[in-house]
């Protein structure tokens, strides 16, 4: 609330506080209306008395709040922008324009027919090749899978066949009733022709008893009725 005559004292205007009834009556009010006459109190200069009109006699006690020197008035803000040139400006106008300017010419409408029919065929161009510019057929093969087929090999090489169990019986006998040094069983395989070794095992485990001797070397020996038969034959 602003003044004009001086009255308040330490400012040209007040904050006041106002009372919900009051304020919602100067809202409403329309324009060129009289809100009120402003009673100063001379014995305090912290409130006013609003009037509602000089022929009422009721009116609002309003105290102030905070005086005109107690908030100085914040300036207004001004926002400026400036957009700042780098490098250097080139300026005047140009001496000429070049444009792409089609031919008209017989010629280049020949020309444009030409491919337009070309473009619109399905052709295909083959060319023959020799066998010394491909470089595929100079390198080895490759060969898919090659390490399976190589495994299956040497499976197969591996496979032994099943020997007469009879003949392989009487192989050993003769092998191990012959006078030499006990052999171990990798020596008595190679000697009777490297059969199957599961087959070579049962015979052995049938005529033949496990001897350990130094160094933990397992030799093979005939049992005592197959070497007293082995003897009187």
Known sequence: MGFDDGVSGDGTWWLLKVPLRLGTEWNEAPAG???GEVEVSASSNTQ???IRGSQSTSGYDLVRQVGGTDVPMRPFRRVTHENE???SLVGGQPRASFGLKPQRGIGYRRDLRTRMFESMQATRVTQTIDDADLPSRVSKP???FKRNREEQQTSSKRTRSQVDRGGLKSLLLALLSAPHDPMAFKE????VGEP???QLKDALGEIADKQKGEGGRVTFHLKPEYRDNSAAA
Not at 188 to 191: H, M, P, V
């Open 188 to 191: 008595i395989s190679k000697r």
């Open 85 to 87: 040139v780098r490098g």
């Open 33 to 35: 209306t009289l809100l």
């Open 196 to 198: 199957p070794q599961g």
């Open 142 to 144: 490759i060969t898919i």
């Open 48 to 50: 006013l008395r609003v």
